[in-house]
C-alpha cells in the first residue's frame, strides 16, 4: 500500500477479525451447521434432460416409503405473477424465479429442481427421490449463445419476445432484450484513425466457485410463522423472495444469516430456501438442505458465456478516435443475463467521443446466470482490454502509456453517459508503471500482459445501530452478511468515529426482525453503504452523550463536544469540566435518561467509482501449451483502505478467480446438453500451488461521498485478470487466441496455427 | 425545464431514437410525471427497470431528488453487483 500520512487511529489499520477464533477453531456456525430437535432432511429431484416438457409427476410411491415426512411439487408452490424485481445485476421476474426454484411445466436444463422430498435421514430422502417419477417429452436444446440466436434454435420461451426494440418482434425468440449506447459518430471516428482493428471473442460460463455449497434449515411453526437459517448474500432478499414465491407475510419470515463460506454473487438469489419452507409446511418439522457439489454445478448460477465482436481505431499516436462492441450474453434459461452493466462497462475506462455498443441478452438450456463479482464487465472488457493491448503494440506504444493517454480523469463522459468526478484510473496506471515487476526483463517463452478494469460499486439500503453497554463496551448491530471481513471494518469505521478503542466494540449480523431493511451483500456496497451507516449511527449516538454530559454539567448541548472519545467543553466560556469519557457516561445513564444509542437507517447515495490496473508474466511450455503464471501484480484505486488486509485479499481473490476464468474454466456439455465437469475435479479452479503470490498495491483517491473516502473493492479485481493473462500469453507466444479459457490443448492448436 | 439523456437503446424504443428530452420538472418525481406524459410507457419504465444519475451520481431508486436546468441528468439500466 502507497505510504499515506496518518490521519486515523483506527481506520487503516489491520485488526484482528472479530468473527477470526470463531472460524479457525470450528466453532461458526455456517448453514448446515444448525440441527433443530425433530429436524428432517430434505432432497431435490433434478431433471435429467436439458430441455423436456413436464406430462407428469407420480408422488405416490415416494410418500409411502417409510420416513418420508413431505413430498412437493410445483402444485405446491402459489402460480407466480410475471413481476420484474431488481436482484444482483438485473432484473428478475418472480414468474421465472418461481420456475426456476422448481419447474412447472417444462424443464429448461439438466439440473433444474422438479421435485422435493422430505424424509428422516438424507438416506432415506435419496431412496424416496429416487421414487418418484417424472414423465418428460424431451425436447430439442441449445446450449451455445450464437446458436441460440440463429433462426431456427430451439425456442425455449414462446411468449418470450425480444425486449427494447422497436416494433415489437411478432416472433417468440431467445433473444430476451436488445441494449444499445453511443456517443459521438463511431463510425467517423473510425474514418479518422490510422489503424482500425476489429476482433471477435468468446468467453465461457465460469461459476463462482465458492467453497461452501448452498445449505439452509427452514421450520415453520403450526401459527404459520417461519424461522430460516442459511447461506446467503441477503438474508432480507431471502425473506422478501420466499414471502413473494409463498404468499406469506414478511413479518411471519425470521431470517438469520448463517455464516457464509463464499458468495461471489452466487447467493443473491434462492434456491433451495422456499422449498425447505415448504416442506416444513407439509411435514410440520424442521427440514435441512444441503446441495452436494454436483447439485452447485447443475442447480445454481453461473455468469454468462459470451460471443462478442469488439472494434477500436486509433491514430499513429495512440489516440483512441472510434470504439464499437456487439456483445451477446448466455443468460441461461430465463432472461436476466448481466449485458446492461457489460455493454456500460466495456470502454469505461477510456476518454472517448465516438463510441458505440449493442448488446442482446439471450437465453438458452443451461442454469439461469446469477451475478459474479461484477456482472458482466470481466467479459466486456476482456475483449476492449485485448484490442487495446493489440493496438499498442501495432503501434509500438507501450501498454500502459496507451492506457494513460486515453485513459478516464474526472469529467470525462463515460459511454454510458455519467460524467466521472473523482476518479483514480490514471494513478492506478502511474502505480503499476512505477513497479518494480513491469521493469523486469523476461526470459524465453515468457510474455507480459497488463490489462485495466472498471466498476461502478454501488449503495442501497442499510441499517446500523449503535447500543452503548454500561461498561462502556459498545454492542454494533448491523444486517450485511460478512463475507470479506466486513464486522472488522464496520467496528473500525465506528471506532473511529466515536473516539474509542476498536476492542471495545462487538459487530454482529443481526436477522431479519433485529434491524431495518438491507440490500443484499454484493455490488461493493457494504463497506461504502453499511459504513456509512455505522458512521450515521456513532455520531446520533455522539450527540446522545453530549447531551447527556450537557445534563450533567448544567449547560446547553451546543456547549458539549466530542473528541478523541470524550465529551468536552467546547470552549473556557461553558465552564471548568474536567471530560468525560464514554465510559463514564454510559456508568450513569440511568440517570441521565436511561440506556445510550444510536441508529441509522439510510438509503447510500454517491458510491464511488473504481479502477484496477494488472501486469501479469506467463510462461507458456510450447511443447504442452501448459501457462505458468510467474507473477502478477494488481494495483487498485479503493477510495479508502478502511483494513488494508482485507482489502488485499479482496484484491488477491478477485485476480485468482479471474486468473481461473482466463486459463482454465469452462463447463463442459454433451450432445444432450448435460454437464460432464459437474466437479472440482474436472471444472479447474486455482489452487494456491497453481499461483505466485498475488501482489497488491492499494491507491487511495478518496471518494468525496464517502465519510472516510471509501469506494468498495470487491467487484475490480476480477475485471483485469483475463485479458492481463491473454495479453501475457499473446507476448509470449506471439498468437492472439481470442478465446478463453487458454487451456492446454487451444494454446497448442494456436502455436500450430502459426507454423 | 430539465434535460434528460436516455441511452439510444431507450430512445429508440420511447422517442424516436431522440436521446435528449425535455421536460418542465421540479424533482425526479415530476421528472417521471412529464416523461410518462410526453413518451407513454417511458416513465413507468424508468421507475420499474432503470437507474438515474444526476449530477454523476447513479442512483437506483430516485423519486424525491431536486432536478434543475443545470442537472446533469442520465437514464442507465440498473446495476447491482456481486
Redesign the interface.
Known amino acids: 500500500m502507497n505510504e499515506q500520512p496518518k490521519q486515523f487511529k483506527w481506520v487503516g489499520t489491520r485488526a484482528i477479525r472479530p468473527d477470526g477464533v470463531d472460524k479457525v477453531t470450528g466453532r461458526a456456525m455456517y448453514g448446515a451447521d444448525l440441527s433443530l430437535p425433530g429436524m428432517v432432511e430434505g432432497k431435490v429431484v433434478r431433471s435429467p434432460h436439458a430441455h423436456a416438457r413436464i406430462i407428469s409427476i407420480d408422488t405416490s410411491k415416494a410418500e409411502a416409503l417409510n420416513g418420508v415426512t413431505a413430498v412437493i411439487t410445483a402444485a405446491d408452490m402459489p402460480v407466480a405473477d410475471s413481476k420484474?424485481v431488481?436482484?444482483?445485476?438485473?432484473?428478475i421476474n418472480f414468474k421465472d424465479l418461481a420456475n426456476n426454484v422448481l419447474a412447472r411445466e417444462k424443464a429448461l436444463y439438466e439440473g433444474q429442481a422438479v421435485a422435493a422430498v422430505a424424509a428422516k435421514t438424507a438416506d432415506i430422502a435419496e431412496q424416496a427421490a429416487a421414487l418418484i417419477v417424472v414423465n418428460y417429452e424431451v425436447l430439442p436444446h441449445v446450449i451455445d449463445v450464437m446458436e441460440a440466436i440463429k433462426e431456427d434454435a430451439p425456442v425455449l420461451h414462446d411468449d418470450m419476445f425480444t425486449g427494447?426494440?422497436?416494433p415489437k418482434p411478432e416472433k417468440a425468440s431467445n433473444v430476451a432484450n436488445?441494449?444499445?449506447?453511443?456517443l459521438g459518430d463511431a463510425d467517423a471516428g473510425f474514418a479518422a484513425a490510422d489503424l482500425v482493428i476489429e476482433r471477435q471473442f468468446t468467453t465461457e460460463p465460469v461459476h463462482?466457485g465458492y467453497i461452501e455449497p448452498h445449505a439452509v434449515v427452514a421450520d415453520m411453526n403450526p401459527d404459520g410463522k417461519v424461522d430460516v437459517f442459511c447461506s446467503s448474500q441477503g438474508h432480507f432478499m431471502v425473506r422478501a423472495f420466499c414471502s413473494q414465491l409463498l404468499h406469506i407475510e414478511m413479518s411471519k419470515i425470521k431470517v438469520t444469516a448463517a455464516e457464509i463460506g463464499g458468495?461471489?454473487?452466487?447467493k443473491?438469489t434462492v434456491y433451495l430456501e422456499p422449498l425447505a419452507i415448504m416442506l416444513s409446511r407439509k411435514s410440520g418439522r424442521p427440514v435441512r438442505m444441503t446441495m452436494s457439489r454436483e447439485e452447485v454445478f447443475r442447480g445454481s448460477g453461473a455468469t454468462s458465456g459470451a460471443a462478442m465482436t469488439i472494434k477500436m481505431g486509433a491514430t499513429k499516436d495512440g489516440k483512441i478516435t472510434g470504439a464499437y462492441a456487439e456483445l451477446y450474453l448466455q443468460a441461461g434459461a430465463f432472461p436476466g443475463s448481466p449485458v446492461?452493466?457489460a455493454a456500460?462497462t466495456a470502454f469505461a475506462p477510456y476518454d472517448l467521443a465516438n463510441v458505440?455498443v449493442?448488446g442482446f441478452d439471450v437465453v438458452s438450456n443451461r442454469q439461469k446466470v446469477v451475478?459474479?463479482?461484477?456482472?458482466g464487465a470481466p467479459i466486456s472488457e476482456y475483449g476492449v482490454e485485448s484490442v487495446v493491448d493489440e493496438l499498442a503494440s501495432e503501434l509500438g506504444i507501450d501498454p500502459i502509456e496507451i492506457r494513460s493517454m486515453n485513459g478516464a480523469k474526472e469529467g470525462t463522459q463515460a459511454a454510458?453517459?455519467?460524467?466521472?468526478?473523482t476518479i483514480g484510473f490514471q494513478e492506478t496506471l502511474d502505480a503499476a508503471k512505477a513497479t518494480e515487476h513491469f521493469k523486469t526483463p523476461l526470459g524465453p517463452n515468457q510474455g507480459r500482459g497488463v490489462a485495466s478494469g472498471f466498476?461502478?460499486?454501488?449503495?442501497?439500503e442499510s441499517c446500523a445501530g449503535i447500543r452503548i453497554n454500561e461498561d462502556g463496551s459498545i454492542s454494533l448491530t448491523e444486517g450485511s452478511p460478512d463475507i470479506g471481513g466486513s464486522r472488522a471494518s464496520m467496528a473500525l469505521m465506528a471506532a473511529e468515529t466515536l473516539g474509542v478503542d476498536y476492542n471495545k466494540i462487538k459487530p454482529s449480523v443481526v436477522d431479519t426482525d433485529a434491524t431495518g431493511y438491507h440490500f443484499?451483500t454484493?455490488?461493493?456496497?457494504v463497506t461504502f453503504a453499511t459504513g456509512m451507516a455505522v458512521v450515521e449511527a456513532s455520531k446520533a449516538a455522539i450527540d446522545e452523550l453530549r447531551a447527556r454530559a450537557a445534563q450533567i454539567w448544567d449547560v446547553d448541548v451546543e456547549g458539549v463536544v466530542w473528541e478523541d472519545g470524550h465529551a468536552k467543553p467546547a470552549s473556557t466560556n461553558v465552564g471548568d469540566f474536567e471530560p468525560m469519557s464514554l465510559a463514564e457516561l454510559a456508568k450513569v445513564a440511568n440517570k441521565t435518561g436511561g440506556p445510550i444509542s444510536g441508529h441509522a437507517d439510510i438509503?447510500a447515495?454517491?458510491?464511488g467509482p473504481a479502477f484496477g490496473t494488472h501486469i501479469c508474466d506467463v510462461e507458456v511450455d510450447p511443447d504442452t501449451g501448459h501457462v505458468t503464471v510467474l507473477r502478477y501484480t494488481a494495483v487498485q484505486d479503493a477510495g479508502r483502505a478502511i483494513h488494508p488486509g482485507y482489502v488485499e485479499g479482496q484484491i488477491q481473490g478477485g485476480a485468482v478467480q479471474g486468473i481461473g476464468w482466463a486459463l482454465n474454466e469452462e463447463y463442459i456439455y454433451d450432445e444432450n446438453g448435460c454437464l460432464e465437469n459437474a466437479g472440482f475435479l474436472d471444472y479447474r479452479v486455482p489452487v494456491a500451488s497453481d499461483l505466485p503470490m498475488i501482489d497488491a498495491i492499494i491507491v487511495e483517491v478518496p471518494n468525496p461521498?464517502h465519510p472516510f473516502g471509501v469506494r468498495g473493492v470487491?467487484?475490480v479485481p476480477i475485471i483485469p485478470p483475463l485479458a492481463a493473462v491473454s495479453n501475457a500469453v499473446a507476448a509470449a507466444t506471439g498468437v492472439r487466441f481470442n478465446r478463453l479459457p487458454l487451456s492446454p490443448p487451444t494454446i497448442l492448436a494456436g502455436i500450430a496455427a502459426k507454423k | 425545464m430539465v434535460k434528460v439523456?436516455l441511452?439510444?437503446?431507450t430512445a429508440?424504443?420511447f422517442t424516436n431514437g431522440v436521446?435528449e428530452v425535455n421536460v418542465e420538472a421540479k424533482n425526479v418525481r415530476q421528472m417521471f410525471k412529464a416523461l410518462e406524459a410526453n413518451f407513454p410507457g417511458l416513465g413507468e419504465e424508468i421507475q420499474?427497470?432503470m437507474s438515474v444519475?444526476i449530477d454523476?451520481?447513479?442512483?437506483?431508486?430516485p423519486f424525491l431528488e431536486e432536478v434543475t436546468e443545470a442537472s446533469?441528468i442520465?437514464?442507465?439500466?440498473?446495476?447491482?453487483?456481486?
Open positions: 420484474p431488481a436482484s444482483g445485476e438485473a432484473m427494447g426494440v422497436k436488445r441494449v444499445e449506447f453511443a463462482q458468495g461471489f454473487g452466487g443473491t446492461g452493466p456500460m458505440k449493442v451475478a459474479y463479482r461484477a456482472p454510458y453517459g455519467v460524467k466521472f468526478g466498476w461502478f460499486n454501488i449503495g442501497g443484499v454484493g455490488g461493493s456496497r438509503n447515495k454517491g458510491a461521498t470487491g467487484e | 439523456t441511452s439510444s437503446g429508440q424504443q436521446t420499474t427497470s444519475a454523476g451520481v447513479i442512483l437506483p431508486d446533469e442520465f437514464v442507465l439500466p440498473k446495476i447491482g453487483g456481486g
